[in-house]
């Protein structure tokens, strides 16, 4: 066996330091370029991070650097290598029964007819996957040779890399039953049908070169999924003793970010594998097991999903109290891998020298892994420098103007500020709103064309004056109430012009935030964020939304909704202060928002959305942690909204949610109107909406915004009258399923005018008193 390096990472940032994947990917789409161009740039991007990491430090030769490329999706990924695709996709098979890279994209992205696959969130990060769909029809076969040929590729360029893949539990854990499997069919129950295709792909890749496969486990870690934590741990044991009986395969390193691994790590330990990477992040260090002396344990002491320096030196500390555990030999890496995280600080070169000194972005964090890897070879005289200088970065961070804000802190509070009048009042107030049964409104945002972001662009470069910018911004709001007008919608939108972001612009004009240049992180497919740096205590300076939302209203007598974000979505979108708990965080945010509801109900503004698509993503996967989370969550959006008054409607939206799971949340919110995803899973939330009693206003969504294909009059109708059925009128809204911004207008408004067809034969139907 070779031995495994003293530092490693668990994976890097795949989309390139200036996003060349997400325009090489998104021409080929768009017919600009070919497959073999496209190919082409993805192996010149798996160069350069091969090179790149090997520049700060990691080995070349040992395994250190992770094969953790992906053109879209590293679930997507595993399901194509072992043959897991929806029945809607079989015909996409290249002769041989291997899946191209076409058929994987149109199964990403979906096709005429064909739906995509559904989106959710990857735990509880940003990042979202593509379901795999999984039946007793599904036949497993190693359909997709991708990874195999990258550890070639690494070869010949002089490297012996670590190719990275979902492992077998996980990728079935994650999956959903198929269209024609039977009620109650459980995913998992395939496990021994997939094993010898992981058996196969391990014979390759250690014949292309590899010494060393990482298998990503992380539902290892989680109390959020279908199936329970003792059923996973027994899928795993299963699993591990049929791969690791093979005699030709690579040394195994599992996996298990994002929490603590629990008394699954004792499986993980009988296990006959190499290695086991803990995150000591998210979990503490665990207890001695015997079965550990044979073992290399990963300890993921730098943090993966947040962008502080951090203390470096209690880094060191963990992974000292790892080996004492009595381990073969500790190695030092990230707690998740960095796809979660910006590629480089030092390219920002308009942040606070200052704020600079207190962040570690992927390479940085590289450094912090070698750094500590050379502790545990040499001793920790050897980087006594380097923990020192964490250190003193720490401390200057705690004392530095504007962390603490005496203004913010002492705003009190009070239970009244977490509540408004009944709902059932709030709903006889709303009335004098005039809207009809299943009223028609749209998320937000509409499409962000080129000519908006080249003025946007000018006008961040002095390029473009105030004022002509302004009348430019207008002009696009005029345009956008006019085609709802013409549309036939009941509440409208201004449509977001002015915004980059639906974070970044309010961190943008919010006091205690920080926005970059190239801190782009990926998530989902081609499309990625820039995360703001919440540095400081919260504070509103100036109205933010009133003028646009009031100009937009001067130009209808149709309600226009205010549109603001949540104070949980605030905080999960970006990188935030990890010096107090987030709770009192996102109490800040929130009484800047309430503010903001203010000055739109004094503007005259009748509707109110507050945005919190990332409600579920942050619930902790461990459920002892879970009730503190809701609290908190829940709470911050109270204290947001808890002033608007009983005639103002109140709505809300949440995204990739299992509706299920944070129901009681959701009816904890109280708000007047909750809008969620439900397209992708063929409006299967009505079911956990009805048999959990919601009884506020609910649209769930009947257009696929992350598809680029338009739904028919005919699909839409068949989702409404599926919530028709399930639901009763008086509740349901019309909406697509998330905001517009990264769709065309020719589409957008081909799938809006079909949602209007639709409601008006479903309208025709129904008989309600509103």
Not at 142 to 157: F, H, P
Request: glycine share 8%; with cysteine.
């Amino acid at each position: 066996m070779t031995a495994f390096p003293a530092g490693t990472i668990l994976g890097y940032p795949r989309i390139g330091r200036r996003r060349e994947l997400k325009k090489a990917v998104e021409s080929f789409w768009a017919g600009r370029s070919d497959l073999a161009e496209l190919e082409s740039t993805a192996a010149e991007l798996r160069a350069a991070t091969r090179a790149r990491l090997a520049e700060l430090g990691l080995g070349r030769e040992d395994s250190a650097i992770p094969e953790s490329f992906s053109f879209y999706d590293q679930v997507l990924d595993a399901a194509v290598t072992v043959g897991a695709i929806p029945a809607r996709f079989e015909d996409l098979r290249d002769a041989d029964g291997s899946i191209g890279l076409p058929a994987y994209f149109t199964i990403a992205r979906g096709e005429g007819d064909r739906a995509a696959s559904e989106m959710t969130k990857w735990f509880d990060s940003n990042y979202h996957y593509l379901v795999p769909e999984i039946g007793p029809e599904t036949t497993f076969s190693l359909s997709n040779d991708s990874l195999v040929q990258q550890v070639r590729e690494a070869v010949a360029g002089g490297y012996r890399t670590r190719p990275v893949i979902v492992g077998p539990v996980t990728l079935l854990a994650l999956a959903k039953a198929s269209d024609a499997a039977p009620e109650g069919y459980d995913p998992l129950s395939r496990l021994d049908d997939v094993l010898p295709v992981y058996v196969e792909l391990l014979g390759r890749l250690k014949a292309a070169g590899a010494d060393w496969v990482q298998l990503d486990e992380p539902a290892l870690v989680s109390e959020s999924l279908p199936a329970d934590p003792a059923t996973l741990a027994d899928a795993a044991h299963r699993a591990l003793a049929v791969l690791g009986a093979e005699s030709e395969r690579p040394s195994i390193l599992v996996a298990a970010p994002y929490a603590a691994l629990g008394d699954t790590l004792a499986v993980l330990a009988a296990a006959p594998i190499e290695a086991i990477a803990i995150d000591l992040v998210r979990g503490g260090v665990p207890a001695a097991l015997p079965e550990l002396g044979e073992k290399t344990l990963v300890g993921g002491v730098i943090d993966g999903h947040n962008i502080w320096r951090g203390d470096l030196a209690g880094a060191f500390g963990k992974l000292e109290q790892l080996r004492a555990l009595g381990a073969v030999s500790v190695a030092a890496s990230t707690s998740t891998s960095l796809l979660h995280v910006p590629h480089d600080v030092s390219d920002e070169s308009l942040l606070d020298d200052r704020l600079v000194s207190w962040l570690a972005f992927a390479d940085q964090k590289v450094g912090q892994v070698v750094t500590l890897a050379a502790g545990l070879a040499q001793g920790a005289d050897a980087i006594a420098e380097e923990l020192q200088a964490a250190s003193s970065a720490l401390a200057d961070r705690r004392d530095a103007p504007g962390v603490r804000d005496g203004a913010v802190r002492g705003r009190t509070l009070a239970d009244a500020d977490f509540a408004r009048a009944p709902y059932e009042a709030r709903e006889e107030a709303q009335r004098a709103l005039g809207l009809p049964a299943l009223p028609l409104t749209t998320i937000g945002s509409f499409p962000q064309t080129g000519d908006i972001r080249r003025a946007r662009a000018q006008f961040t470069r002095g390029e473009l004056p105030a004022d002509d910018y302004e009348d430019f911004l207008k002009r696009e709001i005029d345009s956008v109430v006019a085609l709802q007008e013409d549309l036939g919608l009941d509440v409208l939108v201004h449509g977001e012009p002015e915004r980059n972001d639906m974070v970044q612009y309010f961190a943008e004009n919010l006091d205690g935030f920080a926005v970059t240049q190239h801190g782009w992180v990926q998530s989902y497919g081609s499309r990625a964020t820039r995360p703001s740096i919440l540095w400081g205590d919260v504070s509103r300076p100036a109205p933010i939304t009133v003028s646009w939302a009031s100009y937009a209203q001067s130009l209808s007598v149709k309600p226009v909704k205010g549109m603001l974000t949540g104070p949980v979505t605030i905080l999960a979108w970006s990188f935030v202060r990890d010096d107090q708990p987030l709770g009192e965080t996102a109490n800040q945010v929130a009484l800047a928002l309430r503010d903001e509801i203010g000055d739109l109900e004094a503007a005259g503004i009748g509707i109110i959305q507050v945005d919190e698509p990332a409600l579920r993503e942050l619930l902790p996967l461990k459920s002892i942690d879970q009730p503190a989370y809701l609290d908190w969550s829940v709470g911050s959006f109270r204290l947001a909204t808890g002033g608007a008054a009983a005639a103002t409607q109140i709505h809300t939206h949440l995204c990739y949610s299992e509706f299920g799971v944070v129901i009681d949340a959701i009816r904890a919110l109280d708000a007047d109107v909750t809008s969620i995803e439900a397209a992708r899973s063929r409006m299967d939330v009505v079911d956990d909406i009805a048999a959990n009693g919601f009884d506020h206003g609910i649209g769930p969504g009947v257009y696929d915004i992350h598809s680029p294909r338009v739904p028919g009059v005919d699909e839409i109708e068949v989702l409404l009258r599926r919530a028709v059925d399930a639901l009763p009128v008086r509740q349901l809204w019309v909406n697509p399923d998330c905001g517009l911004k990264t769709r065309g207008y020719d589409e957008t408004v081909a799938s809006l005018r079909n949602i209007v067809e639709a409601t008006r034969r479903v309208r025709e139907d129904v008989s309600v008193a509103v």
